[in-house]
């Protein structure tokens, strides 16, 4: 098993910038691919980014893609995600996941998961 916890998480606003970031612990951080996702509420949870165990490929919603990076640090046993140019709609909990299927976009992919940090952009 692997734990996983989010922080870095606060009120901006719009226009912007956060960094997220996601420690594990338990069993090894590397054989995992990790990815980000946030829940706004009323809506579903949704895929922003993921990274691939090696942390070399990287996969980012169209929503994200040119204002947000994923990265990892595998000796740290961390993974970030780094928000610039921030908008009022990417308001929502944000939450790291961990599992054996590189750069899926798809909750029911991953095994692991955090309990997740507010993000509130403001106007």
């Known amino acids: 098993q692997v734990q996983l916890a989010e922080s870095g998480g606060g009120l901006v606003q719009a226009g912007g910038s956060l960094r997220l970031s996601c420690a594990a612990s338990?069993?090894?951080?590397?054989?995992?691919?990790m990815g980000w996702f946030r829940q706004a509420p009323g809506k579903e949870r949704e895929f922003v980014a993921a990274?691939?165990?090696?942390?070399?490929?990287?996969y980012y919603s169209d929503s994200v893609k040119g204002r947000f990076t994923i990265s990892r640090d595998n000796a740290k046993n961390t993974v970030y995600l780094q928000m610039n140019s921030l908008k009022v709609d990417d308001t929502a909990v944000y939450y790291c996941?961990?599992?054996?299927?590189?750069?899926?976009?798809?909750?029911?992919?991953?095994?692991?998961w955090g309990q997740g940090t507010q993000v509130t952009v403001s106007a």
């Open positions: 996941a961990a599992g054996v299927v590189t750069g899926s976009k798809e909750v029911q992919k991953y095994d692991y």
């Open positions: 990274i691939s165990r090696s942390g070399l490929g990287t």
């Open positions: 338990g069993r090894t951080f590397s054989v995992y691919a």
